[in-house]
């Protein structure tokens, strides 16, 4: 297992469309390890493929926030929402690839989701609360949308800028 680096916003391959999978190898099950492991270690309770620079449409999950609760570990190849509830939520949104900002986003409640599992076989399933907004969260991101694409233009301007420094102060060290 290995924890990969993490893309920072701006970053061309954060805003490409990712590659539908096709069968489950075994190199996309260590991919997703990997994702898992560097997932817990940010730590995070998300993240998509191309947040480590591979266009594919993969992402892995573990939103149970309870202190000493079991961690539940989800792993989902070509994730697609099919269904999402008129009722909407909004939570402040953070994200690994744009590092120490947060802001409200407004989705969709309650998803439902049908995505091809590390064993190949077909699931479905329905997510709410902060599960929702976690695999609507990380599904953008295999379609190269951020949740800062949800924010007023001179907000989006202000983080980018904000990472852009971040990234040049990170060049130098
Ligand atoms: O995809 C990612 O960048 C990981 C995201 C997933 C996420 C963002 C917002 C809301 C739910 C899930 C996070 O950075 S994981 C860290 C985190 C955890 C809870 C709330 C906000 C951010
Ligand atoms: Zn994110």
């Known amino acids: 297992m290995s ?3 993490i893309l920072i916003h ?5 805003k490409k469309v990712a590659d539908a999978v096709d069968g489950v190898s075994p190199e996309l099950k260590k991919l997703a390890e990997d994702m898992l492991e560097t ?3 940010a730590p995070g309770i998300g993240l998509a493929a191309p947040q480590i620079g591979i266009s594919k449409r993969l992402i892995v999950m573990d939103c149970v926030k ?3 609760a079991a961690p539940q570990p989800m ?7 099919k269904w999402s509830s008129e009722e909407t939520n909004v939570y402040e949104e953070g994200c690994l690839s744009i590092p120490e900002q947060y802001a409200e986003v407004t989705r969709p409640s309650e ?7 590390l064993d ?3 699931q479905s399933g329905k997510f709410d609360e902060l599960w929702a907004t976690c695999v609507q969260h990380e599904v953008d991101h ?20 904000k990472m852009q420094k971040l990234k040049r102060e990170r060049a130098r060290a």
Do not use: C, S
Request: proline share 10%; glycine share 6%.
């Open 3 to 5: 924890i990969r680096p």
């Open 10 to 14: 701006p970053d061309p391959r954060l």
């Open 39 to 41: 997932m817990y270690d």
């Open 66 to 68: 309870e202190e000493g």
């Open 75 to 81: 792993v989902m190849f070509n994730p697609e929402v």
């Open 111 to 117: 998803v439902e989701v049908h995505w091809t599992a």
């Open 120 to 122: 190949g076989a077909a």
């Open 142 to 161: 295999l379609d190269g949308k951020l949740f800062i694409d949800y924010l007023k233009p001179l907000k989006r301007q202000m983080i980018t800028r």
